[in-house]
């Protein structure tokens, strides 16, 4: 995420880029934690910004795309949020109940899932193993957020890549359907999952920075 929030700095904006907990440093500190921590992490970060500036916006990847619903369904006040590939849904019952066996049997990580990209010679910094207790934490919270959405009524820009290999369709699909507030997607023909990395890049920075220079203008 460092390259959009240094778009978003450079066009003169104040900007929070979160190290979630357990992120950034083990594979033992990550199994430590869950959602509850990374939301209550975003909850404090957005209070903090919202404190020393006019009006927030939140953009996340991935699971950061399920924090920034989590957090857009608690404050209507957001002025718009941005989601990359965003985890909307659960994957169902029969994998969280597979992956609580799994835990119950002794089995606490399995393989990783980063460096979803298409552009050679680019790596997300990422863990090797995925924890199983976070992620079922992740997938359980995805259950309540994704029946929430009709609570974002704040305008909402929806990126997806054509090709992920970590997420379906109907996750954004399912997004672009459920929330009260205005939404657009746009559609990325040439990165995989991590986008924000990939070929597109600079396309979802530019598109971005000016959803939410709109949106500036429009509500002044």
Not at 18 to 33: A, V, W
Not at 133 to 152: G, R
Not at 156 to 165: A, K, P, Y
Request: charge should be negative; include cysteine; proline fraction near 4%.
């Amino acid at each position: 995420m460092r390259p959009l929030a240094t778009r978003f700095v450079d066009a003169g904006f104040s900007v929070e880029l979160l190290l979630l907990p357990g992120h950034g440093t083990s594979l033992e500190d990550m199994k430590q934690s869950t959602f509850a921590d990374w939301s209550g992490h975003v909850e404090a970060a957005y209070v903090g910004l919202a404190a020393r500036t006019e009006r927030v916006f939140v953009v996340g990847l991935s699971m950061g795309g399920l924090l920034t619903c989590w957090l857009a369904e608690r404050h209507p006040e957001i002025a718009g949020i941005v989601v990359i590939n965003p985890i909307i849904e659960s994957l169902g019952s029969e994998i969280e109940e597979g992956i609580a066996a799994l835990i119950e049997a002794g089995v606490d990580e399995t393989d990783g899932i980063g460096s979803d990209i298409a552009k050679e010679g680019v790596n997300e910094s990422s863990y090797a193993m995925t924890p199983l207790l976070p992620l079922l934490s992740m997938l359980e919270a995805a259950t309540d957020v994704s029946s929430n959405l009709s609570k974002i009524t704040c305008p909402v820009l929806c990126f997806r890549s054509t090709q992920d290999h970590v997420l379906e369709a109907n996750h954004s699909e399912h997004l672009m359907a459920s929330v009260a507030g205005p939404a657009e997607r746009i559609i990325l023909e040439n990165s995989y999952h991590v986008a924000t990395l990939d070929y597109d890049a600079e396309l979802v920075e530019i598109q971005t920075l000016a959803f939410v220079e709109r949106l500036i203008e429009e509500q002044q």
